[in-house]
């Protein structure tokens, strides 16, 4: 059955028109705005990792807490500009109105992943506390990337519409 749609009141007509546009624009301004994000966020992963000893040591004089949070900082905070992109992705798809595909990201990626992950090298490995802090930045790299993946799919359209 073919649809006439020169006989759509306006309304409809110019849902039909803007809300293409309006999809692509979203889709434009949310890279914008990790392209912002991901540069505020690596400037400031930079500084940790060239800083973080200084920086925790304004926090406190024990060398055993200055050697255990710089090490933390210099980890975690390489993967910053993977924080920035899946932060504002997972953030996006709740602004379209799909909040099941966060949920189970974070589901996934969080509880399901890294904290697994973190019990590994905490665990059997003995790697504490520098496998806690690899988990850490394994466990939102992964957000990232997912998220990405799952956003280019598109599915969160059919919340937005």
Partial sequence: MRHDYTRLPLRQAILLVAVPMVLEMIMESLFAVIYAFALFLGVVGIA????GE??????????EVVRFGSNALRIISAGFLFYACGM????????????RTPTLINLGCYWLWEIPLAWLPAGPLGLVPTGVFISVLVGFSTMAMVSVVLFRRRTWKRAFL
């Fill in 88 to 99: 504002v992705v997972t953030q996006a798809f709740n602004g379209a109105g799909d909040t």
């Fill in 54 to 63: 200084t920086i925790v040591r304004a926090f406190t004089p024990d060398p």
């Fill in 48 to 51: 940790f990792v060239l800083l």
